[in-house]
């Protein structure tokens, strides 16, 4: 693939990407990782989503009404999604593309699957404690090895009762999380370096510009539809990288 053709490929994966944010509230960084992994090494593909991923997150993190309150109770899972991502990066830093390529394939059917098949669940307010820490550790390695921050923080933090504001919020905070433990593991793993930033910050353009189109768009299409669509693509797209690593 020329240079000129992957840098085409790479704006509009993020400006897919953005639209699928700006329609849902997630999946930007799903996304780019699912498309830009059938196209280059994961460990590259995690190294571009860098900048987009902070900055978009951010700004929905601080858009928020409850900052405050909702670090009080994730910190817990804030903090053992760090150190899960910081001992998983070692994984994603080591370049071998073709196990990196199938975890990462298996970790989009999962999150597909799950969530087109699974059942809300409630999380009881006595296990909250023990299981938050749990599933941040858990969600922090897959996001070390794969570059996917949404197994199973997502489905865990829908499952807490938040309401739609906080829950928006709150995963805005997990991703936020996950994007500087992931810079930072990639970092000291000799992977990732501020100097090599530049394609990243370039990403943001079209990721911005894709977030801007789908919040424009969410009112003219059924974010339920849309989102069912964006779950199968998702799930076809793991399931091909998952067998093409295997032959």
């Not at 996304?31 to 700004?59: C, E, R």
């Not at 510009?209 to 974010?223: F, K, N, T």
Request: proline share 5%; hydrophobic share 55%; with cysteine.
């Amino acid at each position: 693939m020329s240079e000129h053709i992957l840098l085409a490929a790479i704006a509009a994966t993020f400006f897919a990407a953005g639209m699928v944010k700006g329609v849902t509230g997630m999946g930007l960084p799903t996304v780019a990782m699912g498309v830009l992994g059938a196209l280059i090494s994961p460990l590259a593909a995690a190294s571009l989503l860098i900048v987009p991923s902070f900055v978009t997150n951010l700004w929905q993190l601080l858009a928020g009404p409850a900052f405050g309150p909702l670090v009080r109770r994730l910190w817990p899972m804030m903090l053992a999604i760090s150190v899960g991502t910081l001992l998983g990066a070692s994984w994603l830093a080591t370049g071998d593309t073709r196990v990196s390529t199938a975890a990462l394939g298996l970790a989009l059917v999962i999150y597909s699957t799950v969530t087109l098949v699974g059942r809300q669940l409630a999380v009881p307010a006595r296990v909250e404690p023990w299981l938050s820490p749990l599933i941040g550790a858990v969600t922090g390695v897959v996001t070390g090895c794969t570059g996917v921050f949404v197994i199973p923080a997502v489905p865990y933090l829908q499952s807490l009762g938040l309401s739609r504001d906080d829950l928006v919020q709150a995963l805005g905070l997990s991703f936020t999380v996950s994007t500087i433990a992931l810079a930072a593991g990639l970092g000291a793993h000799g992977a990732f370096a501020v100097s090599g930033m530049g394609l990243s910050v370039l990403a943001l353009v079209p990721a911005l510009a894709g977030m801007w189109a789908g919040q424009r768009l969410r009112g003219r299409i059924s974010p339920v539809a849309f989102r069912r669509v964006f779950l199968i693509c998702l799930l076809l797209l793991g399931t091909e990288m998952t067998l093409r690593s295997l032959v």
